[in-house]
């Protein structure tokens, strides 16, 4: 069989594939079967700018089959250097990408002049996965790279890595479909060609039937709220949500779990519902907040037994609960750099606050006296001599740093540090910080993929990157030119992000996972408690880049944050947790659970809390329960946020669109709107933020 499209040619003949590309050879492929049978088939039709591949595999008599692949090798001489992208890495001999790492399901291979890309048929997945899918790529010899996809059985193991699992075998048939798409490199970046690709294949389609929000966004918050003022909040007039640990109580102003970030959600549903008890405790997180010591740095957590502030270690995000002078001497930048943005944002959002703006502007000013000369900033200062330590010294999550610079009016540092973020992390892909190496996914900080040559990946850090270069590029500041290579940057930024999201909802999760985001590419969380900053981002990326795509995907991930919150209407959404089932809950329950099995001493967590992701180990279970600064606290805040700034529907007259964000889908034909209640229930109205055709914005 041989079809042609475009510039590329695909013959098939039995099980053997050959790609040509502009008339000259690029790939051949096989199917491959563990162990071997003779019973295979591949056929493909022509879809859209790609090929629909379709495999059959039929075991023989009494030998099950452990795995099936359809193998693509380059053929021909890399122009350049090849690179790659999957959505984890698999650094083992025997390791696989198995596809609880497929949120977003697509791997490509490229070099200097082609491109090829691979998007499992999930459709095809959700119906007849009779083992695991799963990629696999080999970039070791750079002149023939080699990029696969089957179905394949495997485990987890360490954490989290996924290890191909002989002793898993089935006598089914195994049937997978995969589209092949090539194209020329040289149009857009590897990330952004996959991003756009995986949504418009996978995502576009399902994003407005996915039912991923129980309630309207005010509702979620109430109940967050009630359950927290029950049993985590720490009364006074400095107060707020209490975090608890081994060694004590405490309130954090942490890149995780920020008091003040949920204090500026408090605060607007206070002044939403006119609830004044919501505006006084958020006030009395503010007042912590002033009450922190009169350093130019920012502490991270507040212990209340001790009646001390505490900074962090320098290798171990959770060195913090020994509560050890000797470890936790160190300001984090990312911590000291996130408590900044929440005092502007409350500035900005809830009340005027000179006394935060004098630490934001304390803070630029001492941060601008630190740069090195390739324009990073150190991520670790001693408390007690302000000196930089080693550990992160160059690493993307000082990016976090930008925004307060160029707020500050430091702006030819905000310069230097975004050239250093475009050269040495947007360009390299090397989206690195604390979580990726010092939280639970222990590896080197020089850790690269030897299979992928991709390095060790955190969203953290991307969306720290893309805020800031968005910002920067619309700031004024800078040679035209420069604006442009920061603005390209942010936008290759956000499309890696992209990358990190859940575009579908996979049979293997008891749960509507739809919208949420991962965490990093070595480890196994879905609907990460981040992914409601994520929508932020993604709307800024919307108003700054103008494609509706990144304004549906923030409205996804908003949706997403309220998964997993543990309330009855959530049940046709997250079954498992929708009573409270959580590991480690009661709360002095300890860690030390299993991720492949629910612990048998697992409760149920009070109505209105949440966990913090879902299957984290890689396995089909419930996450922890972390606080509720990363969780509904912050879910809440993100989502009061977007509803402030862009109503419960955002209608942009000047690009003609119209959509639908809290609960409820829009649709517009040009002249006339039309919404959609996604979420039922009584609502007392819908505010429609419209930007009319001469510019401005006004609420309705």
Request: with cysteine.
């Amino acid at each position: 069989m041989r079809l042609r499209s475009g510039a590329v040619d695909v013959v098939v003949d039995g099980s053997t594939l050959r790609v040509a590309w502009r008339g000259e050879p690029l790939l051949r492929g096989a199917l491959v079967t563990a162990p071997d049978t003779s019973d295979v088939r591949l056929t493909t039709r022509i879809d859209g700018n790609a090929f629909h591949l379709v495999v059959e595999a039929h075991p023989e008599p009494a030998t099950p089959l452990t795995a099936a692949w359809l193998s693509l090798h380059w053929t021909v001489p890399v122009i350049g250097q090849s690179r790659a992208w999957v959505p984890h890495l698999r650094p083992g001999v025997d390791d696989v990408i198995a596809d609880h790492a497929f949120r977003s399901p697509v791997a490509a291979v490229e070099d200097d002049r082609v491109r090829v890309l691979l998007l499992p048929d999930v459709g095809l997945l959700a119906t007849t996965r009779s083992l695991p899918a799963a990629f696999d790529i080999d970039l070791t010899n750079p002149d023939s790279p080699r990029l696969a996809f089957g179905l394949c059985a495997s485990r987890p193991h360490d954490h989290v890595w996924f290890q191909r699992d002989p002793s898993h075998r089935t006598e089914a048939p195994l049937r997978f479909a995969v589209r092949l798409i090539v194209e020329s490199s040289t149009a857009t970046s590897l990330e952004s060609a996959c991003a756009r690709y995986v949504w418009r294949h996978v995502g576009a389609a399902r994003a407005p039937t996915a039912r991923v929000q129980a309630l309207p966004f005010i509702q979620h918050a109430v109940r967050a709220y009630d359950a927290v003022f029950r049993d985590e909040w720490m009364e006074g007039a400095r107060g707020g949500p209490i975090h608890f640990g081994d060694g004590g109580t405490a309130t954090f102003f942490q890149a995780w779990y920020h008091a003040l970030r949920s204090a500026v959600g408090l605060a607007l549903a206070g002044k939403r519902l006119g609830r004044p008890d919501y505006v006084a405790r958020a006030r009395q997180v503010a007042a912590l907040v002033d009450a922190m010591p009169d350093d130019p740095l920012l502490p991270t957590f507040y212990d209340y037994e001790r009646q001390q502030w505490w900074g962090v270690g320098d290798d171990l995000v959770f060195s913090w609960v020994g509560r050890d002078l000797d470890t936790l001497r160190f300001f984090h930048l990312p911590d000291a750099c996130e408590t900044a943005a929440w005092m502007l944002a409350w500035d900005e959002l809830v009340e005027a606050r000179p006394s935060f703006l004098r630490r934001v502007q304390r803070l630029g000013n001492f941060l601008a006296t630190q740069q090195a000369d390739d324009g990073s900033l150190p991520c670790y200062f001693d408390q007690r001599t302000l000196t930089p330590s080693p550990s992160l010294q160059v690493a993307a999550q000082c990016a976090a740093a930008g925004p307060i610079l160029l707020r500050t009016g430091h702006h030819t540092a905000a310069l230097r540090l975004a050239d250093f973020l475009c050269r040495d992390v947007v360009a390299t892909r090397r989206y690195v910080d604390f979580e990726t190496f010092f939280s639970c996914s222990y590896k080197p900080t020089t850790f690269v993929d030897p299979y992928s040559r991709i390095p060790a990946q955190n969203t953290l850090s991307m969306r720290w990157t893309a805020d800031f270069l968005m910002q920067l590029g619309r700031a004024g500041v800078g040679a035209a030119e420069q604006r442009a290579a920061w603005t390209a940057a942010a936008r290759r930024s956000v499309d890696q992000l992209c990358l990190y999201q859940q575009v579908w909802e996979p049979p293997f999760l008891s749960y509507r996972s739809f919208g949420g985001f991962g965490v990093m590419n070595t480890d196994g969380e879905w609907s990460d408690a981040r992914q409601a900053l994520f929508a932020l981002t993604l709307f800024e990326a919307y108003r700054t880049f103008g494609a509706p795509e990144y304004f549906d995907r923030g409205v996804a991930a908003l949706r997403a944050a309220f998964a997993l919150q543990a309330i009855p209407e959530n049940h046709a959404v997250c079954p498992t947790v929708f009573e409270g089932q959580c590991p480690n809950w009661p709360r002095h329950g300890g860690w030390g659970f299993r991720w492949d099995g629910r612990a048998a001493d697992m409760a149920k967590m009070p109505t209105g809390k949440m966990i913090e992701n879902y299957g984290h180990g890689g396995y089909d279970t419930p996450g922890v329960r972390s606080g509720f600064d990363w969780g509904e606290g912050s879910a809440a805040a993100c989502a009061l946020i977007a509803t402030e700034r862009f109503g419960e529907v955002y209608v942009d007259a000047p690009r003609g669109r119209v959509f639908g964000i809290d609960g409820v889908n829009a649709h517009t034909d040009g002249v006339d709107w039309e919404v959609e209640d996604c979420v039922g229930g009584p609502r007392r109205r819908l505010r429609y933020r419209v930007v009319p055709a001469g510019g401005g914005e006004r609420s309705d």
